[in-house]
């Protein structure tokens, strides 16, 4: 009797305690933004910051410390950085579950942005890759800034001669998911079927450019305001998602590049070969659930994956110094050109970000950094 009261208690004390663990962790959670930007930097840069979790309106230009390369890192004059949905969500602060990671009542790192392209300013003692006055090009927290600083052994490379520096800025998490996407979670192989949903985007339009590069057969879903673009990318196929459904299509696929998931698991794999993958980028705007948001389809994903033929998962870019080299070879053989929708001088950032959220770019917008 008393081993079960205990278990009992038990059961209830747990998740109370977990309750008030997260109760009081977000009580006293704070930055101390105001401070911390009321220093006077020595060596002043400008930088998009932000104090709070919000919309575009909490973000703002101030002026912090430029950052020090360390003996294995660079430091970068920023000329042009990018802005992806990991920016509104890490400024949303949703789904809320990432703010485990992030801050839990404001965040706790100050600047946004990771995308970025621009000059080698500094290196470290014991950097042998870079030198000052390298046009380089990668992916750093903090990237909607003058300056970052990035370890020699990261996401860095050099920038293709042909390449401009707006266009390499594009690169990094786009072009890194696409590639891991269709060649490590798609398994990718010459002569199969793909079909890249919500192809006209910044991930679609390095995802249409690639699978074409590994010798696929490419169809393209988007508006057909946007299939002169995806055939000029290289797709053989276009569907316009707003007069047809790919799904009920007699065509299929080998792999499945999702980056919109509007369309249910079970739909998505009656189009699918009987040993077809499906990859899920992307799944819903700044509007979707704010507790777990994106991540419901992917969980549905990995349960639904062991009890039929098809593959059925998720991936999330990891940046890494040999794909981003392996990005920067594609570009310097034409294979793949980055797309660019519109740019914004560094002081419009939020403008940027407000016009990715409404979910109609073509390609990558960028922000120019002077």
């Given amino acids: 009797m008393r081993i079960r009261r205990f278990?009992?208690?038990?059961?209830?004390?747990?998740p109370v305690a977990a309750v008030l663990a997260l109760a009081v962790g977000y009580l006293l959670s704070d930055n101390d933004c105001e401070?911390?930007?009321?220093?006077?930097?020595?060596?002043?840069?400008?930088?998009?910051?932000?104090?709070?979790?919000?919309?575009a309106e909490v973000l703002r230009l101030a002026q912090v410390e430029t950052p020090v390369a360390g003996d294995e890192e660079i430091l970068v004059k920023v000329h042009a950085a990018a802005v992806n949905p990991l920016d509104w969500h890490e400024m949303r602060g949703t789904p809320y579950v990432m703010r485990l990671g992030t801050g839990l009542r404001r965040p706790q790192e100050l600047r946004l942005g990771v995308d970025?392209?621009?000059?080698v300013e500094a290196v470290g003692a014991k950097v042998t890759r870079f030198k000052p006055g390298d046009a380089v090009f990668g992916g750093r927290s903090g990237a909607l800034a003058q300056y970052v600083v990035a370890r020699e052994d990261r996401a860095v490379a050099l920038k293709p001669a042909g390449v401009s520096f707006e266009q390499?800025?594009?690169?990094?998490?786009?072009g890194t998911t696409a590639l891991q996407g269709l060649r490590d979670a798609g398994r990718l192989a010459a002569g199969?079927?793909?079909?890249?949903?919500?192809?006209?985007?910044g991930v679609g339009t390095f995802a249409v450019q690639i699978a074409k590069a590994m010798g696929a057969e490419v169809t393209g879903v988007s508006s057909a305001r946007n299939h002169e673009l995806l055939r000029s990318l290289g797709a053989d196929h276009v569907v316009d998602y707003r007069t047809e459904d790919y799904t009920a299509g007699e065509a299929r696929?080998?792999?499945?590049?999702?980056?919109?998931?509007?369309r249910s698991l079970g739909e998505n794999r009656r189009v699918m070969s009987p040993d077809g993958r499906y990859?899920?980028?992307?799944?819903?705007?700044?509007?979707?659930?704010?507790?777990?948001?994106?991540?419901?389809?992917?969980v549905q994903a990995l349960l639904v994956s062991p009890f039929v033929?098809?593959?059925?998962?998720?991936?999330?870019?990891?940046?890494?110094?040999?794909?981003?080299?392996a990005l920067a070879g594609l570009m310097e053989s034409g294979a793949v050109k980055p797309v660019i929708d519109r740019t914004y001088p560094l002081a419009e950032a939020a403008e940027a970000i407000r016009y990715l959220e409404q979910g109609r770019a073509r390609g990558k917008v960028i922000v120019t950094v002077e």
């Fill in 116 to 119: 970025y392209a621009g000059t």
């Fill in 192 to 201: 199969e079927r793909v079909l890249v949903n919500g192809a006209s985007g």
């Fill in 35 to 55: 401070r911390r930007l009321a220093v006077v930097p020595e060596r002043p840069m400008t930088a998009v910051v932000r104090c709070d979790y919000g919309s």
């Fill in 253 to 262: 696929y080998d792999v499945i590049l999702d980056n919109v998931g509007n």
């Fill in 309 to 325: 033929s098809q593959q059925m998962g998720m991936h999330l870019a990891s940046l890494t110094s040999e794909d981003t080299r």
């Fill in 279 to 298: 990859v899920l980028i992307g799944g819903g705007g700044p509007d979707a659930g704010k507790w777990i948001g994106p991540f419901v389809k992917p």
């Fill in 7 to 14: 278990l009992a208690w038990t059961a209830v004390a747990i």
């Fill in 168 to 174: 390499a800025a594009g690169v990094g998490i786009a």
